[in-house]
């Protein structure tokens, strides 16, 4: 099936530094997305972003979380700064849209902040 | 409050044997469940979706049956194989959202024994 990529697929940091986790989604998709997965929880929506914009977030999505595609490169996911919680593997998705509702998965960043 | 329940937590099989996992929701305005399968240290993989107008969806082994007035739906791996041993994850996504959004169960752990 389609292939999302994600890099890194480990990240370890300190508290309070910036991170960015980087996802090339499937090249004809316009919808991107961020889930969040603590260990041993299910996996919880994040953001999802369209056209340049933010569309939708959830209340996990902190203010210190942000996301940009800049020049259809890499859709990113930055925090700063981290905090102990931010620990999870984070899973980049998309979509193409429209009636095409199906999302697609990268293999996840696993965040470690210490 | 979990709005997307998944039972059994884990389930072991034998080869050959159809392996049935449940999941239950409580948001009225889900119509569209696709189920993932997730092998460790990698990504969701999209397996069969279902949309709300329909009971039934077959692919290959593979079958969702799906019941509207009670809020449930069940996947059938009919066959099962040691190859399918994996997490499966229920999710649902509203038409009001767009469908951009996805609310995941807490996944079955399914381990088929030969």
């Known amino acids: 099936g389609p292939k999302v990529l994600q890099i890194p697929s480990h990240q370890i940091i300190d508290m309070g530094q910036m991170v960015t986790l980087n996802c090339d989604p499937v090249?004809?998709?316009?919808?991107f997305y961020w889930y969040k997965q603590i260990l041993g929880q299910q996996m919880e929506f994040l953001v999802n972003?369209?056209?340049?914009?933010?569309?939708?977030k959830s209340k996990l999505f902190k203010d210190q979380f942000s996301v940009e595609r800049p020049d259809g490169s890499y859709f990113t996911l930055k925090i700063q700064p981290t905090a102990l919680e931010d620990s999870a593997v984070y899973f980049c998705?998309?979509?193409?849209?429209?009636?095409?509702?199906?999302?697609?998965f990268g293999p996840g960043t696993r965040l470690t902040v210490l | 409050q979990q709005q997307v329940r998944q039972s059994p937590q884990s389930l072991t099989v034998w080869e050959g044997e159809t392996a049935i996992l449940n999941c239950s929701y409580e948001?009225?305005?889900?119509?569209?469940f696709p189920w993932y399968q997730q092998f460790p240290g990698e990504g969701p993989a999209l397996l069969i979706s279902?949309?709300?107008?329909?009971d039934k969806k077959e692919d290959g082994r593979f079958t969702i049956f799906f019941n509207k007035r009670e809020k449930k739906l069940s996947l059938h791996i009919a066959d099962s194989q040691p190859g399918d041993s994996a997490t499966y994850f229920c999710?649902?996504?509203?038409?009001?959202?767009?469908?951009?959004?996805?609310?995941f169960g807490k996944g079955t752990v399914l381990l088929v024994s030969p």
């Open positions: 998705a998309s979509s193409f849209g429209g009636l095409s509702y199906e999302q697609y």
């Open positions: 090249s004809n998709h316009l919808y």
């Open positions: 972003f369209y056209n340049g914009k933010v569309m939708e």
């Open positions: 948001n009225s305005a889900f119509d569209y």
């Open positions: 279902i949309l709300s107008v329909s």
């Open positions: 999710a649902a996504s509203a038409k009001d959202s767009g469908y951009n959004k996805l609310t």
